[in-house]
Each structure stands twice: as structure tokens, then as C-alpha cells.
Nanobody
Framework: QVQLVESGGGLVQAGGSLRLSCVAS????????MGWFRQAPGKEREFVARIVWSGGNTYYADSVKGRFTISGDNAKNTVYLQMNSLKPEDTAVYYCAAGPIAVADPKGYDYWGQGTQVTVSS
């Protein structure tokens, strides 16, 4: 049974930092792309960042470039999203996802976590 479990969300003031974690289990994700997405109330789910697990290539949405960093720990089957200089507009539910190709479209991802809430106060 494939599972992606996110953690690390919470309430933080603008300018603060959070680190999200996503633990993957149930299959081998070595050849997969791991992505982070977010969805704010009333908005569509949007791409945040992705990493190709083998090779470590990363890609970011323009809105988070320079502030967020995605990384992976193969030994722990865990992907991280370090979020710095947080803004109120970063408030959303953040989802971890796994897919076979490196794309920004949520439809390209086969597996999803349950999400973790990030709230940034002004």
C-alpha cells in the first residue's frame, strides 16, 4: 500500500520559516519525481516545487523561488520542503505527491498525501 505522509505544517508569522516533511512508503520511488503542491481556499491546487529523486534535479514555481528549497533523503524515503521568508499568501494546505515524470501539472502525479496546513499570519 503506497503512502505519502506529510508533517511539519503550522502557524507562523510572516518572515518566519517552516520545514515540511513527506515520508514515502509502499513502493520504490527511486525513479519518481516528488512534488510539493498547495491549495488555498477557493483556489486550484498549484505547483510549488519538485525533485527528481534519482539525480536530484529540482524546479520551483516563480512565486517561491529563492525562498523555498526542496530536498530528499533516499535513506529515509523522505522529501523535505524548507520554507523561509514566509508570506501570508503562502497560506494553504500543502500536499506531497509522487509521479513518474517531472512535470508541474498535478495530473502527472499518481500518489498524494493527505496534506498539511500552513498558515502565515501578517
Amino acid at each position: 500500500q503506497v503512502q505519502l505522509v506529510e508533517s511539519g505544517g503550522g502557524l507562523v508569522q510572516a518572515g518566519g520559516s517552516l520545514r515540511l516533511s513527506c515520508v514515502a512508503s509502499g513502493r520504490t520511488f527511486r525513479r519518481y519525481t516528488m512534488g510539493w503542491f498547495r491549495q488555498a481556499p477557493g483556489k486550484e491546487r498549484e505547483f510549488v516545487a519538485r525533485i527528481v529523486w534519482s539525480g536530484g534535479n529540482t524546479y520551483y514555481a516563480d512565486s517561491v523561488k529563492g525562498r523555498f528549497t526542496i530536498s530528499g533523503d533516499n535513506a529515509k524515503n523522505t522529501v523535505y520542503l524548507q520554507m523561509n521568508s514566509l508570506k501570508p499568501e503562502d497560506t494553504a494546505v500543502y500536499y506531497c505527491a509522487a509521479g513518474p515524470i517531472a512535470v508541474a501539472d498535478p495530473k502527472g502525479y499518481d500518489y498524494w498525501g493527505q496534506g498539511t496546513q500552513v498558515t502565515v499570519s501578517s
